[in-house]
């Protein structure tokens, strides 16, 4: 049963515009949710996250925006830069949980 | 500032041949630390985590195992390996209690041939 889903395996933008990547959950015990960002042959690097106390949250050019009703989330970049041409991994966690739950990933491409 | 390593970085080893990966965190103490392998094309896959010496869970049952021997070091291990454990295998680790991010290793990519 996969419980975070990001239905978009792979997604183009233009270079300065924004990039919207989506993810999905289905476990209603989820509350907290991170975004990593992972270039080919190396490790995810952890992005933004937020609590479900909040539907927002932004760092520089990244904002993830929780929907709680609807098990939603989403990250914006504004601009989109060449170097945010990657993998990027939705992930979720609930208190007192040492593991985290990951998506299956979007791939990002920036278009020059 | 803390730092997770992971060696080898690649790996090419035949069918049936043992296998051994090791993951070493500095800069901290009594981490959480994970085994998660990514398939071609595919997710993260959690294999297995530990809170500390000696407690490992596992989360897929197959014919690897962890070992964590020592506070900061956690080991993957197989007696014979099989051409599905081909992938890309990432240690992790995060302070435990309170705390969600986690923080990855730069990986060991596994070829079995």
């Known amino acids: 049963d996969q419980q975070v889903k990001q239905n978009s395996p792979s997604l183009s933008v233009q270079e300065g515009r924004i990039s919207i990547l989506n993810c999905d959950y289905t476990n209603s015990m989820f509350d907290y949710f991170l975004w990593y960002k992972k270039y080919p042959a190396e490790g995810p690097t952890f992005l933004i996250s937020i609590s479900s106390i909040k539907d927002k949250n932004e760092d520089g050019r990244f904002t993830v925006f929780l929907n709680k009703s609807a098990k939603h989330l989403s990250l914006h970049i504004v601009p989109s830069q060449p170097g945010d041409s990657a993998v990027y991994f939705c992930?979720?966690?609930?208190?007192?949980?040492?593991?985290?739950?990951f998506g299956t990933g979007t791939r990002l491409t920036i278009i020059p | 500032s803390q730092t997770i390593h992971q060696w080898p970085a690649t790996l090419v080893q035949p069918v049936g041949s043992p296998l051994s990966l090791e993951c070493t965190v500095e800069g901290t103490s009594n981490p959480n630390l994970y085994w998660y392998r990514q398939a071609a094309g595919r997710g993260l896959q959690l294999l297995f985590y530990?809170?500390?010496?000696?407690?490992i869970s596992s989360e897929v049952p197959q014919n690897l195992s962890a070992s964590r021997p020592q506070d900061r070091q956690f080991i993957l291990s197989s007696k014979k390996l099989l051409l599905s454990d081909s992938g890309f295998y990432l240690c992790?680790?995060?302070?435990?209690?309170?705390?969600?991010?986690?923080?990855f290793g730069p990986g060991t990519r596994l070829t079995v041939t």
């Open positions: 992930a979720a966690s609930h208190f007192g949980n040492e593991k985290l739950t």
């Open positions: 992790a680790w995060n302070r435990g209690t309170a705390s969600y991010e986690q923080y």
């Open positions: 530990s809170v500390g010496i000696g407690q």
